[in-house]
C-alpha cells in the first residue's frame, strides 16, 4: 500500500474509532470481509473493546458457508472443463481477454461458453 495511502486510512480508522468510543459501542461486527484487514487496526485503536472479544470477523464462517453452497451447487449443477482437453476451465467475467493473456497462463485453445 503506498505511504499517502497508509497515512489516509490511518486517519480514517483513528476518526471512526473515536466516534464509536463517544457513543459507548459494546462490539463492532466487520460485516464486510475485506473488514478483516483492519481488525487489528481498530483493536489498537480501541483495546478495551477488543480485550472483551467485542470486534467481530465473521468472514471466516461466511467463508464456509459460501463453500458449502457452492458445493451443493456443484453437487446439483456440475460444471464441464472448458477448455478442450478437459483438464479445467479459467473463468472471467465482462470482456473476452486477449489470446497472450491465456497464453501467459498457459491455456491453450481455449473455448468460450455463456453459461456453465
Known amino acids: 500500500m503506498k505511504p499517502e495511502w497508509r497515512d489516509e486510512l490511518a486517519g480514517y480508522l483513528r476518526e471512526v474509532s473515536s466516534d464509536l468510543v463517544r457513543r459507548g459501542v459494546t462490539s463492532l461486527i466487520l460485516g464486510c470481509t475485506h473488514f478483516e484487514f483492519f481488525e487489528r487496526e481498530f483493536a489498537a485503536l480501541m483495546p478495551t473493546l477488543a480485550a472483551r472479544n467485542g470486534i467481530v470477523s465473521p468472514s471466516a464462517a461466511l467463508a464456509v458457508e459460501l463453500f458449502d453452497a457452492f458445493t451443493a451447487h456443484l453437487d446439483a ?40
Open 77 to 116: 449443477h456440475p460444471v464441464q472443463p472448458i477448455g478442450r482437453t478437459g483438464h479445467g476451465y479459467f473463468a472471467f467475467s465482462g470482456e473476452r481477454p486477449p489470446e497472450e493473456t491465456f497464453q501467459g497462463l498457459g491455456i491453450g485453445g481455449a473455448v468460450q461458453v455463456d453459461r456453465l
